[in-house]
Nanobody, 123 residues
Framework: QVQLVESGGGLVQAGGSLRLSCAAS????????RGWLRQALGKEREFVSA????????LYAESVKGRFTISRDNAKNMVYLQMNGLKSEDTAVYYC????????????????WGQGTQVTVSS
């Protein structure tokens, strides 16, 4: 089992920044990749970004490229999502998730999920 806890969400004005954090505990050695996904009200969950745990390769959704940056701290078992230039369409619940096998720009294939943190961008 892997436990994930997100933090850092909140209310921000359009154009502002937030940094999300994801703390992992448990059998984290089984993680191949960590991802951030989001779900807006009334919409399906969508991929935002992912990073491989061993060598730090990254993937981003087209909608966030150039604005969001994913990073990891292996020693602390943390993954971060720096979000700059936030837009109203970024409003969603953001989830941290881990995958033992997959590393792709898909919202599926993740084994463990956090509870999510709300990000609200006011225009």
């Amino acid at each position: 089992q892997v436990q994930l806890v997100e933090s850092g969400g909140g209310l921000v004005q359009a154009g502002g920044s937030l940094r999300l954090s994801c703390a992992a505990s448990g059998r984290t050695f089984s993680s191949y990749a960590r991802g951030w996904l989001r779900q807006a009200l009334g919409k399906e969950r969508e991929f935002v970004s992912a990073i491989t745990w061993s060598d730090g390769r990254t993937l981003y959704a087209e909608s966030v490229k150039g604005r969001f940056t994913i990073s990891r701290d292996n020693a602390k078992n943390m993954v971060y999502l720096q979000m700059n230039g936030l837009k109203s369409e970024d409003t969603a619940v953001y989830y941290c998730a881990t995958s033992r096998v997959f590393f792709n720009s898909s919202a599926s294939g993740y084994d463990y999920w956090g509870q999510g943190t709300q990000v609200t961008v006011s225009s």
